[in-house]
């Protein structure tokens, strides 16, 4: 066999693996679309993150101005997708957010599974919307420009962006500021909750208060603040 029959072979057999390749990233973004296929997967990602629930630190009130933005995680690549799993912080260093995200490519939704010591947060995303669920009922949605809406697809607030910030505006009151979530991409050791803190200097409460939130209102409060760190704070890479 002479070297120009055997470079044909291997260029075929490169094709062929290509092609296989692409077919098999095409099925598996056909098969996210599926609503049983993301339910499935959210079943799967809430055991793993209700895993994590006994490390974290009870409840106090206004839960939602404890947030911060200081996040450990791990991240984890495949063919597909991308997965991140951690954990959100309060001042004290004391973690009080389990967390895990996926991203899926090709046209194929995003989720993300939240959990406090108390309650439950599942996000789905993709293009412009994000749809958010607080312990298995429909929250409500919101979109890129902004717009919130709630679990019967009526408008209920704004989110107005700034530089640094976004003010939350709901039931026709200007409620709170969301600080724009620091970017990790460039951090290198995202596993130590002293070298965040300490070198880092993060830590700052991620929401400032203008006026009194109602009960509902306090599940939109946190849902946005666990999602602002959560999801902006890492570029997806798949």
């Given at each position: 066999m002479d070297f120009f029959t055997i470079m044909i072979i291997l260029i075929t057999l490169v094709v062929f693996v290509f092609i296989v390749l692409i077919a098999?990233?095409?099925?598996k973004s056909k098969d996210v679309k599926n609503d049983a296929f993301l339910e499935t997967a959210r079943k799967e990602m809430l055991q793993r993150i209700l895993k994590k629930r006994k490390k974290l630190v009870p409840h106090k009130a206004d839960f939602y101005l404890q947030i911060t933005d200081a996040m450990t995680f791990e991240r984890t690549a495949a063919v597909t997708n991308s997965k991140i799993s951690g954990f959100l912080y309060n001042?004290?260093?004391k973690p009080i957010v389990a967390f895990e995200r996926v991203d899926r490519g090709l046209n194929a939704k995003g989720q993300l599974v939240a959990v406090t010591k108390k309650h439950e947060f599942v996000y789905e995303f993709l293009g412009e919307t994000i749809t958010v669920f607080f312990d298995n009922s429909l929250l409500g949605s919101w979109n890129q420009s902004g717009k919130i809406f709630n679990a019967d697809q009526k408008g209920i607030g704004q989110l107005k962006f700034s530089e640094d910030?976004?003010?939350l505006v709901l039931n026709d009151?200007?409620?709170?500021?969301i600080l724009k979530a620091p970017l990790y991409d460039t951090i290198s050791n995202t596993n130590d909750v002293s070298y965040i803190f300490e070198e880092l200097t993060l830590g700052t409460s991620l929401l400032s208060l203008h006026e009194k939130p109602t009960v509902k209102e306090e599940k939109w409060l946190t849902a946005l603040a666990i999602f602002e760190i959560t999801f902006y704070g890492n570029t997806p890479v798949a």
């Open positions: 098999f990233v095409m099925k001042t004290h260093q910030s976004k003010t009151r200007t409620v709170a500021t």
